[in-house]
Each structure stands twice: as C-alpha cells, then as structure tokens.
C-alpha cells in the first residue's frame, strides 16, 4: 500500500504542475488580449482616447513633427483669418443621413451663387472634423463650387463606434454622393481628402462611382491603414507592430465589423480611372512622402504628383499656397 501511494505522488504533481501552466497561459492569453482591446480602443475610439494622458500626448508629439516656419504660421493666420470672414456671411446648411449600418452622420453644405453644376466634396482627416476642411471649402466656394463638408464617422458631430481609417468612411462618402445628385443630376464632383481624408477618396474610386465624379484631389494620402497602424503602434505605444497588428486586426473585425487589410489605397487606385492628383508635402514626418510616391506610381487613372518641398504633414496648402491651389485649378481645369 505505501509504494502504491509513492508512486501516485509524482504524477500527481505533474497534474498540479500542467494546471499551473495552463492557469498562467490563460492569464497571459488574456492580458494580451485585453492589451490588444485597449490598443484598438487608445487608437480607434476618440471618446477613449481623450480620456487617456497617451491622447495629449501624442498630440504634443505630432504637433511637434510639423514643420514650425515663419512663412507656414503666417499664411496659416492668413488663412484662417480670410475664412472666418467668409463663414461670416457663407451661406448653408447642416445635413444629416444614416449610414448603411445605423449611424446618424453629420455635414455642413456650404451654397454657392449662380447656376454652378461644380460640387466639392471635402473629406478631413484622422481625429478630425468638417471645420478643419473650411479653408478650403473658401477657396472652392470662391471659384464657383457648391460644397459639402461632412464629419467622418466616429468624429466631430457624426456617431459611431469606430474611426473607419478610410473603409467605412468610403461607403459614407457614396451617401454624400446620393445627396449631391439628388439636389442636382448634373453635378460635376470632385472629391478633396486629406490624410486618412485623402485615403478614403482614393478608396472610392476603387469602387463603382458615378460618372459624375470628375476628379479626386489627394493630400497626403497614405497608402493602407494597416501599414499605417504597425508605424503608429511602435511610434506612439513603443511596442512591436508584429504580432500585435494582426490581432488587433481580428480584434477590430471582431469590434467595428472591418478589416483593416481592406482599406488599401494602394489597391483601390490600381482600378481607379478617375483623374487624381496625389499631393504630399517633402518634411512630412508622419505620412511619409514615398506613400504617395507609391501611390502615383500604382494609379490607372490619369494623374500628376507634386511634391511642396519644406511642407510638413497636412501643411502643403500653408507652405505654398499659390503652387497648391495653381495645381488644383490647373488639373480641375484639365478634367473636371
């Protein structure tokens, strides 16, 4: 009797020891991925974002990757001074419409005088809102467009869980396309992005778009989310992108129901056929200019490239204001 209860001891202490391990996977397992939750969340989610220090954060340290020229600060206060004189007496609206999936989204409809067939559609950036887009929406309200500034999902006064990173927000910009033709069937469209704005646009044009879109302006497009997401995880959180984009790719499926591998500019342009104009400022510190590089050299459609030498990220139009507007007249002039 005693040797049969020696020779039980050994084995089970190999049971108690697999239970451990499995009790300190599963812990692990679970920390992980609740890591991954939170990474998603502190990079998708604004309202979450704003709760946390990372948030001012990496806002101090994006701010501090922008180019701080005198020339950029004064054309900017210039800028910005002009169109609040515009907004002043601007003629509008604001917009509402429900997106495919639920959600109210919100936009500002700027009018303009005359009988203009020409229509803007003005598409901001990641962790933006419409008023970002306003100075633009001056210059085109003063060459005759009718124009329409939404707030991407997820931003500003438009509902929804998660910032789209150009995918959801493509399949938004077409609502905002129905709108435009329903008030004028005519309409000549061209549609302006900048950043993820830009990648949306050029996301579009990869899908079946009216033919009344003449045009796409693209200002410092980068080429997919997913390669920007393994940039921001190591640059903002310090942590390797592999394996953590990954999961939080199953993690985001799982959550905001899209796939970040599919919001591919780099894919959509290589079907697109509508005119583009890919414009990217030479110090751009955190969309690297090579993207829209890649992407110019990827497009099908007819294109042209420029590239403002001393602009830093989303600062083309203040570092060089005549050059950036000239292109976008002279090229709306070619094909819209």
Not at 305 to 332: C, D, M, T, V, W
Request: with cysteine; charged share 20%.
């Amino acid at each position: 009797m005693e040797k049969t209860t020696k020779n039980l001891l050994p084995a089970t202490k190999r049971k108690r020891r697999r239970k451990m391990i499995l009790v300190v996977l599963a812990a692990l397992a679970l920390l992980y991925f609740t890591l991954v939750n939170f990474l998603v969340s502190a990079a998708l989610v604004p309202s979450f974002m704003e709760k946390l220090d990372a948030f001012e954060r990496i806002t101090t340290e994006s701010y501090a990757m922008q180019v701080q020229a005198d020339d950029i600060k004064a054309n900017r206060k210039e800028m910005l001074d002009s169109t609040e004189e515009w907004l002043a007496s601007a003629r509008g609206q604001k917009l509402t419409r429900k997106s495919t999936d639920g959600y109210n989204l919100t936009a500002q409809e700027f009018f303009t005088d005359g009988a203009s067939h020409q229509w803007v559609l003005l598409l901001h950036g990641y962790t933006g809102w419409k008023e970002e887009m306003y100075p633009f929406a001056h210059w085109y309200s003063g060459q005759g467009f009718h124009v329409l500034v939404p707030d991407l999902r997820c931003q500003g006064e438009s509902e929804g869980d998660f910032i789209g990173m150009g995918w959801t927000d493509h399949e938004d910009g077409k609502l905002w396309l129905d709108y435009i033709l329903s008030q004028d069937s005519d309409a000549s469209i061209v549609i302006h992005g900048q950043s993820m704005g830009a990648a949306t646009a050029l996301i579009m044009t990869g899908s079946k778009l009216p033919a009344n879109v003449k045009a796409v302006i693209s200002d410092c497009a980068y080429t997919d989310a997913y390669a920007m997401f393994s940039q921001k995880i190591t640059e903002w959180f310090h942590l390797p992108a592999f394996p953590l984009v990954d999961t939080a790719r199953l993690m985001l499926k799982l959550r905001g129901g899209y796939d970040l591998k599919n919001a591919s500019a780099i894919d959509a342009v290589h079907v697109s056929s509508i005119p583009t104009l890919f414009i990217h400022g030479g110090q751009d510190a955190m969309i690297p200019v090579q993207m829209s590089k890649d992407l110019y050299k990827a497009a099908a459609c007819p294109k042209k490239i420029i590239i403002i030498e001393g602009a830093g990220h989303a600062q083309s139009h203040e570092k060089a204001p005549n050059q950036y507007y000239g292109a976008i007249r002279s090229f709306l002039d070619a094909y819209s």
